[in-house]
């Protein structure tokens, strides 16, 4: 006999008061999975960009067309209370890009730099070298990124660009020559 035969209904209840239990208990942790998952902050940028360059935040590296905004600030609206969600969560890329995105340079340096190293961090630095017209920083940081992670799609848009940006300019990459 595989099962022994309950010979009494407190064994019953027993046993459907543990199955209730476990019923209620998974059902718990597959709420509190979800709600960990929904604190995640929520990013909504507009439906075009100011700025060429790629950052790599999933938040921020899709498409988006690009469209110079005339004669305005020029820099996109992120809520504070975004930006407080991203530096709770300790999304420093994130972080980074909506400053970076509002004008504000200076911070988007700053949450980089609290970053360990990584391909991802060079390009993101790569990207704000571009947005403040530093070409050789841009390079220097780009092929740092390509160096360790060749298939980094925003380190190799925001290479091309800063490409293509010089030879309309110059003709040839010659400010690149050490």
Not at 144 to 156: D, E, F, I, M, T
């Amino acid at each position: 006999m595989i099962f022994p035969v309950l010979r009494s209904r407190s064994h019953v209840w027993l046993i459907r008061s543990e199955i209730s239990l476990a019923i209620v208990g998974l059902s718990l942790l597959v709420l509190a999975c979800g709600a960990r998952e929904e604190a995640r902050p929520r990013v909504v940028l507009a439906e075009t960009r100011g700025i060429e360059a790629r950052f790599t935040s999933a938040d921020f590296d899709r498409y988006r067309p690009y469209r110079v905004h005339r004669g305005g600030g020029g820099g996109e609206v992120v809520p504070l209370a975004v930006l407080v969600e991203l530096e709770r969560a300790g999304d420093g890329r994130a972080l980074a890009a909506a400053h970076a995105m509002s004008g504000e340079i200076h911070r988007a340096r700053g949450a980089l730099e609290a970053l360990a190293a990584t391909p991802e961090r060079d390009s993101d630095r790569a990207a704000l070298a571009l947005i403040t017209g530093d070409p050789r920083e841009s390079l220097r940081w780009s092929d740092r990124a390509l160096a360790s992670a060749p298939g980094l799609a925003p380190a190799r848009w925001n290479r091309a660009w800063l490409a293509r940006q010089t030879r309309r300019s110059s003709g040839e990459l010659a400010w690149a020559a050490p």
